[in-house]
């Protein structure tokens, strides 16, 4: 089994959409949740983190924790095109040095 | 800054070269890593350094080597070459002081081996 799995997708939306992008994980030591985005041949930019459980917003942007289920999700409100991207969920353990990220969703925001 | 730089963008090899990736950043981090990227797959950890002197394995370190002989450098060096290793690389870089700190990927290189 996998430590993180994410839903390939592709995701289509039109603009102004909202999105959901979601990650489950195995290991119960993760406490560092991240979010990536990652355009076409380019290298990943963080988008955000949380630590440990909960939410975290940062503007159009909101992350969620739910340790009790090891579910993460990333909210994207009103959509823009240049939001088509590949997202990728990434953890750690708090005092890992190690980082196991999902494969990625690629998501089209369509004008 | 240049942040971290990735040199050759582009490769193709045989089946059976050496050569080595180059990773250099300038933000004087200590944390320094390997990826390899394939569909399906993500993003999946070949080896990782703390500090000069120090290298670790991650998921996938087999068929690869590194060193770490300064802070700024973090060369991948792959002694014989196999279809399987037919991916993009990507480095990264992060500071270790404090509680977490953003990992910063460089551009990729595009390996394919005959």
């Known amino acids: 089994q996998k430590e993180v799995e994410q839903d390939p997708g592709p995701l289509s939306v039109p603009e102004g959409a909202i999105v959901s992008l979601n990650c489950t994980y195995s290991?119960?030591?993760?406490?560092?949740f991240m979010w990536y985005r990652q355009y076409s041949r380019k290298g990943p930019e963080l988008l955000m983190y949380t630590y440990s459980s909960g939410n975290k917003e940062d503007g159009r942007f909101t992350a969620q924790v739910d340790k009790s289920s090891k579910y993460i999700s990333l909210f994207i409100r009103d959509s823009q095109p240049s939001d088509s991207a590949t997202y990728l969920c990434?953890?750690?353990?708090?005092?890992?040095?190690?980082?196991?990220f999902g494969t990625g969703t690629s998501l089209t925001v369509i004008p | 800054n240049a942040g971290v730089t990735q040199t050759p963008k582009f490769q193709v090899l045989k089946t059976g070269q050496s050569m080595t990736l180059q990773c250099a950043q300038d933000?004087?981090?200590?944390?320094m890593s390997w990826y390899r990227q394939d569909p399906g797959m993500g993003l999946r950890l070949i080896h990782y350094s703390v500090g000069a002197g120090i290298t670790d394995q991650g998921e996938v370190p087999n068929g690869y080597n590194v060193s770490r002989s300064t802070t700024e450098d973090f060369p991948l060096r792959l002694l014989s070459a196999a279809p399987s290793q037919t991916s993009v690389y990507f480095c990264?870089?992060?500071?270790?002081?404090?509680?977490?700190?953003?990992?910063?990927f460089g551009p990729g290189t595009r390996l394919t081996v005959l």
């Open positions: 990264a870089s992060r500071d270790l002081a404090g509680d977490y700190n953003e990992q910063f």
């Open positions: 290991n119960s030591a993760f406490q560092y």
């Open positions: 990434a953890m750690s353990a708090r005092t890992g040095n190690q980082f196991y």
């Open positions: 933000m004087n981090h200590e944390y």
